[in-house]
T-cell receptor
Framework: EPEVTQTPSHQVTQMGQEVILRCVPI?????FYWYRQILGQKVEFLVS????????KSEIFDDQFSVERPDGSNFTLKIRSTKLEDSAMYFCASSPDRYHEQFFGPGTRLTVL | GDSVTQMEGPVTLSEEAFLTINCTYT??????LFWYVQYPGEGLQLLLK?????DKGSNKGFEATYRKETTSFHLEKGSVQVSDSAVYFC??????????????FGAGTRLAVHP
């Protein structure tokens, strides 16, 4: 059964450093999403991406964040200058269209020291 | 704004007990409703969904009915197993909002089932 994969599973970085979180969505899906979950808090929507552009973003998704689909398979989330409060589990998701459920990856735990 | 409220956990049950996890929502439009489950060390998996009022979603013995009059989508299972131990998330989506189907999640409820 096809699944969404994410790498790395755990990333540790120093405050101020850039990180790139990688996701491989399910191959025939067209919509892509990033969510995050700070420890003990809700899963929060960050951004949705379709047709090579951002379709919606939340207030959390400020200028420090960017997303890219650099080739036909990967979908990345970049944080330019990490802050302590960026420490969270980041989930990637994809769906075949806007009316179908989203399929989630296992997440990347980001720890900012 | 749109939001989901679910009962706080942890919920601790013995095997074969009856499970209810309450979920209520606030939405400006007509949402689709979902339950996702997260097993230890894994990502979120869709457990069941309902897209209109009075729909009942069901999967793996779990059920939830979309109640528009009470804005609720409570999760139930008649007889839980140890393997059901996980975190359960209620969520909504407004697919016609122009928002491309973003999900709004509740805080999650941890379920622990003991033999």
């Amino acid at each position: 059964e096809p699944e969404v994969t994410q790498t790395p599973s755990h990333q540790v970085t120093q405050m101020g450093q850039e990180v790139i979180l990688r996701c491989v969505p399910i191959s025939n899906h067209l919509y892509f999403y990033w969510y995050r979950q700070i420890l003990g808090q809700k899963v929060e929507f960050l951004v949705s991406f379709y047709n090579n552009e951002i379709s919606e973003k939340s207030e959390i998704f400020d200028d420090q964040f960017s997303v890219e689909r650099p080739d036909g398979s990967n979908f990345t989330l970049k944080i330019r200058s990490t802050k302590l409060e960026d420490s969270a589990m980041y989930f990637c998701a994809s769906s075949p269209d806007r009316y179908h459920e989203q399929f989630f990856g296992p997440g990347t735990r980001l720890t900012v020291l | 704004g749109d939001s989901v409220t679910q009962m706080e956990g942890p919920v601790t049950l013995s095997e074969e007990a009856f499970l209810t996890i309450n979920c209520t929502y606030t939405a400006t439009g007509y949402p689709s409703l979902f339950w996702y489950v997260q097993y230890p060390g894994e990502g979120l998996q869709l457990l069941l969904k309902a897209t209109k009022a009075d729909d009942k979603g069901s999967n793996k013995g779990f059920e939830a009915t979309y109640r528009k009059e009470t804005t609720s989508f409570h999760l139930e299972k008649g007889s839980v197993q140890v393997s059901d131990s996980a975190v359960y998330f209620c969520a909504l989506s407004l697919p016609f909002s122009g928002g491309y189907n973003k999900l709004i999640f509740g805080a999650g409820t941890r379920l622990a089932v003991h033999p």
